[in-house]
């Protein structure tokens, strides 16, 4: 027998939760739902941070939370609105507030100091700290200043250097930077003393609200299972610093566990994630930075063996879906995960404006961050306007990137240390750096790819790869750069140099085009004594064919644009055992993704000379497997690959060919096609 139970802000959590005797808060709802059970929350604003005492047992028996049809978002927030603010004497921009400490509870923001494994700045011992918490006005989040002079007059600014690659760009909302706040707390006199510069507002008339929850819809045990959230608007949690080596907090998310989905919601303004698909504190947290007895590559490798212990597998943990989200003005990362990520599909998420303010920075920031996303799929995705895109880190195994679109981030995509096979195919990659490479094994598909492409070996961190569709560790190697597969790729590079890396294929011009090269190459180590016995890795094939190289686009060597006849068989079947040569023309492309009302537009002027080109349609058996792994490139579900359909979704009748890049282009010349859907 399964309930419906009714939530409303005029309920009452002593009411028995049905329409007309609902609860008042969705935690009392979250206590007594069953399997089966449907939470219906009304419209209204609910301060609490839920925490569901039972999952679901099955995908037929799940418990849903979601918004009542007909009604506004129901909004859960993880701050208070506070009304007794006092106007500093000398600076009528200013006001404070003096706040018992209990009234935060067992967790207090502005007393939790942000700190964690790679977490570059603040840097400890030498930054001053900064904190978990915020302060907002009419829902603008404020900068926290290091000092309560500094909140006298700050400045406004324009600018901001991107931390990762030292490159400046606009600040979104230069008028942002001048709301800034402080705060004390002092545990002798037992009150947390907060002061703002409100630029002119009343904060006792005005919406300002305080963060003081770290979650919003976050279980704090592990396994409660199949668990659907829909229909919700969630704001100003704190979420924490989530790397991969700690408990990894979101805003909402299962906390290791299985079978949630997480769809049609807006999740904005949280300090770190808004969604996490992550880690739980057993097989780790922040050891590194906490006893720095072992470095944060090794406790990270440990994780991974520890997790296994922990049941970390197929069908117990991972296996989530979020989709039709739209989520941003989020400190770290729209959608956070390591291993618990496994087994997902991320689909049609609206992600934007990530990591903008850069009051912190390190090496887990992204729209997308995974850690050994295996058979994961991230598809039809719009991302854009984030410090870094989309980030695949260890373990990028059965992973597709498919039919997304990314445009203005200062990097679109970066993939390290993972060995494939992988697959990203029909994406529109439009901003000016495309891919930060650190890995090897990859195939890349049918993209159209204006930005700039870096590649980097990893010779001193070996890292896991896994027996097909399953967490079971096969092996660990490093990466030697190479082993990968570019096919029928448009290069349209939108300036005239790159800032990161090569427009084109230039980048591998140095690798080799076939396995009897590379052979070569590791005999030639093999036989110079002065190495010693330690392992050899020279650069390894990179197989390129159907490529459009355009405007300032290269292709890297002269040998990559002509044959490939020389092939054994140790390389793969490559286009059926034929040969597709990659071409150059001198036309450019102009590319623009543009927002409307009515959906986003990609706006392109197509050359004469790219029209005429086809290409075959690349399938699993032409992609062969990746040197190191040694699994074939195909679906999470063991299918092999057609790739057929167009990032449109268009499909091309049987082994017919197809236009290069992610679009089967029916005309030439300006014009502009509808490539996405607002949710």
Same mark, same amino acid.
């Given at each position: %027998?399964?309930?419906?139970?009714?939530?409303?802000?005029?309920?009452?959590? =002593?009411?028995?939760?049905?329409?007309?005797?609902?609860?008042?808060?969705?935690?009392?709802?979250?206590?007594?739902?069953?399997?089966?059970?449907?939470?219906?929350?009304?419209?209204?604003?609910?301060?609490?941070?839920?925490?569901?005492?039972?999952?679901?047992?099955?995908?037929?028996?799940?418990?849903?939370?979601?918004?009542?049809?007909?009604? *506004?978002?129901?909004?859960?927030?993880?701050?208070?609105?506070?009304?007794?603010?006092?106007?500093?004497?000398?600076?009528?921009?200013?006001?404070?507030?003096?706040?018992?400490?209990?009234?935060?509870?067992?967790?207090?923001? =502005?007393?939790?100091?942000?700190?964690?494994?790679?977490?570059?700045?603040?840097?400890?011992?030498?930054?001053? @700290?900064?904190?978990?918490?915020?302060?907002?006005?009419?829902?603008?989040?404020?900068?926290?200043?290091?000092?309560?002079?500094?909140?006298?007059?700050?400045?406004?600014?324009?600018?901001?250097?991107?931390?990762?690659?030292?490159?400046?760009?606009?600040?979104?909302?230069?008028?942002?930077?001048?709301?800034?706040?402080?705060?004390?707390?002092?545990?002798?006199?037992?009150?947390?003393?907060?002061?703002?510069? =409100?630029?002119?507002?009343?904060?006792?008339?005005?919406?300002?609200?305080?963060? !003081?929850?770290?979650?919003?819809?976050?279980?704090?045990?592990?396994?409660?299972?199949?668990?659907?959230?829909?229909?919700?608007?969630?704001?100003?949690?704190?979420?924490?610093?989530?790397?991969?080596?700690?408990?990894?907090?979101?805003?909402?998310?299962?906390?290791?566990?299985?079978?949630?989905?997480?769809?049609?919601?807006?999740?904005?303004?949280?300090?770190?994630?808004? !969604?996490?698909?992550?880690?739980?504190?057993?097989?780790?947290?922040?050891?590194?930075?906490?006893?720095?007895?072992? *470095?944060?590559?090794?406790?990270?490798?440990?994780?991974?063996?520890?997790?296994?212990?922990?049941?970390?597998?197929?069908?117990?943990?991972?296996?989530?879906?979020?989709?039709?989200?739209?989520?941003?003005?989020?400190?770290?990362?729209?959608?956070?995960?390591? %291993?618990?990520?496994?087994?997902?599909?991320?689909?049609?998420?609206?992600?934007?404006?990530?990591?903008?303010?850069?009051?912190?920075?390190?090496?887990? !920031?992204?729209?997308?961050?995974?850690?050994?996303?295996?058979?994961?799929?991230?598809?039809?995705?719009?991302?854009?306007?984030?410090?870094?895109?989309?980030?695949? @880190?260890?373990?990028?195994?059965?992973?597709?990137?498919?039919?997304?679109?990314?445009?203005?981030?200062?990097?679109?995509?970066?993939?390290?240390?993972?060995?494939?096979?992988?697959?990203? @195919?029909?994406?529109?990659?439009?901003?000016?750096?495309?891919?930060?490479?650190?890995?090897?094994?990859?195939?890349?598909?049918?993209?159209?790819?204006?930005?700039?492409?870096?590649?980097?070996?990893?010779?001193?961190?070996?890292?896991?790869?896994?027996?097909?569709?399953?967490?079971?560790?096969?092996?660990?190697?490093?990466?030697?750069?190479?082993?990968?597969?570019?096919?029928?790729?448009?290069?349209?590079?939108?300036?005239?140099?790159?800032?990161?890396?090569?427009?084109?294929?230039?980048?591998?011009?140095?690798?080799?085009?076939?396995?009897?090269?590379?052979? @070569?190459?590791?005999?030639? %180590?093999?036989?110079?004594?002065?190495?010693?016995?330690?392992?050899?890795?020279?650069?390894?094939?990179?197989?390129?064919?159907?490529?459009?190289?355009?405007?300032?686009?290269?292709?890297?060597?002269?040998?990559?644009?002509?044959?490939?006849? *020389?092939?054994?068989?140790?390389?793969?079947?490559?286009?059926?055992?034929?040969?597709?040569?990659?071409?150059?023309?001198?036309?450019?492309?102009?590319?623009? !993704?543009?927002?409307?009302?009515?959906?986003?537009?990609?706006?392109?002027?197509?050359?004469?000379?790219?029209?005429?080109?086809?290409?075959?349609?690349?399938?699993?058996?032409?992609?062969?497997?990746?040197?190191?792994?040694?699994?074939?490139?195909?679906?999470?579900?063991?299918?092999?690959?057609?790739?057929?359909?167009?990032?449109?979704?268009?499909?091309?009748?049987?082994?017919?060919?197809?236009?290069?890049?992610?679009?089967?282009?029916?005309?030439?010349?300006?014009?502009?096609?509808?490539?996405?859907?607002?949710?």
């Amino acid at each position: %027998m399964t309930f419906e139970y009714h939530v409303n802000p005029r309920g009452n959590d =002593f009411c028995i939760g049905t329409a007309e005797e609902p609860f008042r808060t969705i935690s009392q709802a979250a206590r007594v739902a069953r399997p089966g059970d449907t939470v219906i929350v009304h419209e209204g604003v609910y301060r609490e941070q839920v925490d569901p005492l039972f999952g679901g047992i099955s995908e037929f028996e799940r418990i849903t939370y979601c918004g009542a049809s007909g009604e *506004s978002r129901p909004i859960i927030k993880g701050s208070e609105r506070i009304r007794s603010w006092k106007q500093v004497e000398g600076h009528p921009s200013v006001w404070s507030v003096t706040l018992d400490n209990s009234f935060f509870g067992e967790f207090n923001p =502005f007393d939790s100091v942000i700190a964690g494994d790679w977490l570059e700045k603040p840097k400890k011992g030498i930054d001053p @700290d900064k904190h978990l918490g915020d302060v907002y006005l009419n829902g603008r989040s404020f900068y926290e200043v290091e000092s309560l002079e500094q909140t006298y007059e700050p400045q406004e600014r324009f600018e901001i250097e991107d931390f990762a690659i030292k490159l400046k760009h606009s600040i979104d909302d230069p008028l942002q930077t001048l709301y800034v706040w402080y705060a004390e707390v002092d545990h002798v006199e037992n009150v947390t003393r907060i002061w703002a510069n =409100f630029q002119g507002a009343d904060p006792n008339e005005e919406l300002v609200e305080i963060s !003081v929850r770290r979650s919003c819809f976050f279980p704090s045990r592990n396994h409660i299972d199949f668990i659907t959230v829909r229909g919700f608007e969630m704001a100003q949690a704190t979420g924490d610093w989530a790397p991969p080596t700690s408990p990894q907090y979101g805003m909402v998310g299962p906390n290791w566990a299985y079978g949630w989905i997480i769809e049609d919601n807006v999740l904005h303004d949280v300090k770190f994630s808004a !969604v996490s698909l992550g880690k739980e504190s057993a097989s780790g947290n922040n050891e590194w930075m906490r006893t720095e007895r072992k *470095s944060g590559y090794q406790y990270q490798l440990e994780a991974v063996f520890k997790a296994r212990r922990l049941g970390w597998k197929k069908d117990v943990v991972g296996s989530h879906i979020v989709r039709n989200n739209d989520i941003y003005h989020c400190g770290q990362n729209a959608i956070v995960g390591h %291993m618990g990520c496994a087994f997902s599909k991320i689909e049609h998420n609206h992600i934007h404006h990530i990591a903008s303010k850069q009051e912190f920075f390190g090496w887990e !920031v992204a729209g997308i961050k995974f850690h050994a996303a295996i058979d994961t799929v991230i598809q039809n995705n719009y991302i854009h306007d984030c410090s870094l895109g989309m980030w695949m @880190d260890w373990q990028t195994q059965g992973t597709r990137i498919t039919r997304n679109i990314m445009r203005n981030n200062v990097r679109d995509a970066m993939i390290e240390v993972s060995h494939g096979p992988y697959l990203v @195919d029909n994406n529109i990659f439009a901003s000016d750096c495309m891919f930060q490479n650190w890995s090897q094994g990859g195939a890349f598909v049918n993209n159209i790819i204006c930005g700039g492409i870096e590649v980097n070996t990893v010779p001193d961190r070996s890292t896991p790869y896994h027996f097909a569709h399953s967490t079971e560790v096969a092996g660990c190697a490093v990466v030697s750069g190479g082993d990968e597969r570019w096919l029928n790729n448009v290069f349209a590079p939108q300036r005239s140099k790159p800032y990161i890396g090569e427009f084109g294929l230039s980048t591998y011009a140095d690798c080799p085009t076939r396995f009897e090269e590379y052979l @070569d190459n590791l005999h030639a %180590m093999w036989a110079d004594p002065s190495q010693g016995g330690g392992e050899r890795n020279p650069l390894q094939p990179v197989y390129a064919g159907g490529n459009v190289f355009m405007g300032q686009a290269e292709a890297g060597s002269e040998s990559e644009l002509g044959e490939y006849k *020389s092939r054994t068989s140790h390389d793969m079947p490559y286009f059926g055992g034929g040969t597709v040569e990659n071409v150059v023309v001198s036309d450019s492309m102009a590319i623009a !993704v543009v927002d409307t009302d009515d959906g986003v537009f990609l706006d392109i002027d197509v050359p004469h000379s790219l029209k005429q080109i086809t290409v075959p349609c690349v399938t699993s058996e032409m992609l062969g497997m990746p040197r190191i792994v040694e699994e074939r490139y195909e679906s999470y579900d063991g299918k092999p690959y057609v790739l057929n359909v167009d990032l449109l979704g268009n499909s091309i009748e049987g082994g017919s060919p197809r236009s290069p890049g992610a679009l089967e282009l029916s005309a030439e010349n300006e014009q502009r096609i509808k490539v996405w859907e607002w949710n």
